[in-house]
């Protein structure tokens, strides 16, 4: 499996609180955000991961390497990170996710995660161990409001629909921010990402659109509840405040 961890965005919302910091770098129960996601990334048992850089790429860089000189992460550059989204980001990891082609070697699944959640070490291996071949990560419990990325599924717990504009009350939850798809899928998703870019809508937009257009080809995409382990996407200083009050607490207490 490779990891590919989104990570080029400027964080206007947060710069009130950032000191200029990539938001990733944001401090959160005393520990940067970044780095608790690529320790559970790697807890989890992942060892390739590459990182889009954009906004501060050098300091960003730099943190990584002085507290990950180990382990194998390679950095990824979206060049035009002020006027492009996240889709665009994940299309720049494209090469990395394809890598050398070795004779009789197995294709690899492909987790996703963008690197403003904070989250328990115990949900990504639980993902992980529930997810079908295409799944995302949805927290179920609790309100969802208009800013969030919510999700609506069918009987059997399959996306039919992924985006902000779904109405709260046709809303099975909210998506995380962290994604897992078969070589297939990963390959398929790569090939609307480029074709979404080309048209030009796809610089700007975030890359669920390209998940929806999945969806609407037949690709069955999984939602698994993950309400169990405490996790936030910090966008704003008030997401930040919650983390710190609510979430670092019950981390910390689930994993004594």
Do not use: W
Not at 3 to 15: E, F, K, P, W
Not at 169 to 181: A, L, N
Not at 193 to 203: D, F, H, I, M, T
């Amino acid at each position: 499996m490779k990891c590919v961890i989104l990570a080029a965005g400027m964080s206007t919302r947060l710069q009130s609180v950032s000191q200029d910091l990539p938001k990733c770098l944001i401090p959160v129960g005393g520990k940067p955000i970044i780095q608790r996601i690529l320790e559970n990334v790697l807890e989890a048992g992942v060892k390739e991961i590459g990182v889009v850089l954009g906004y501060k790429a050098a300091e960003l860089r730099s943190f990584i390497r002085q507290h990950f000189p180990f382990n194998k992460i390679r950095f990824i550059v979206n060049p035009k990170f002020e006027t492009t989204n996240n889709a665009f980001s994940l299309l720049m990891a494209r090469d990395f996710y394809k890598g050398k082609p070795r004779p009789n070697a197995p294709s690899q699944r492909l987790l996703l995660l963008d690197s403003d959640i904070v989250f328990s070490t115990n949900l990504l291996p639980f993902f992980l161990d529930k997810a079908p071949s295409d799944a995302l990560a949805v927290r179920v419990k609790g309100p969802h409001n208009d800013e969030e990325i919510k999700v609506r599924v069918d009987g059997k717990g399959t996306l039919v629909k992924i985006g902000k504009e779904i109405p709260p009350q046709e809303t099975y939850g909210e998506s995380i921010g962290i994604e897992v798809f078969s070589p297939s899928t990963a390959e398929r998703l790569f090939q609307v990402l480029e074709k979404r870019v080309k048209q030009g809508v796809g610089r700007t937009e975030f890359y669920e659109s390209s998940f929806q257009e999945l969806i609407e080809e037949g690709v069955r995409i999984a939602a698994v509840g993950v309400s169990d382990f405490p996790s936030v996407e910090i966008d704003t200083p008030d997401d930040l405040a919650f983390a710190e009050t609510h979430i670092i607490p019950r981390i910390e207490s689930s994993e004594r």
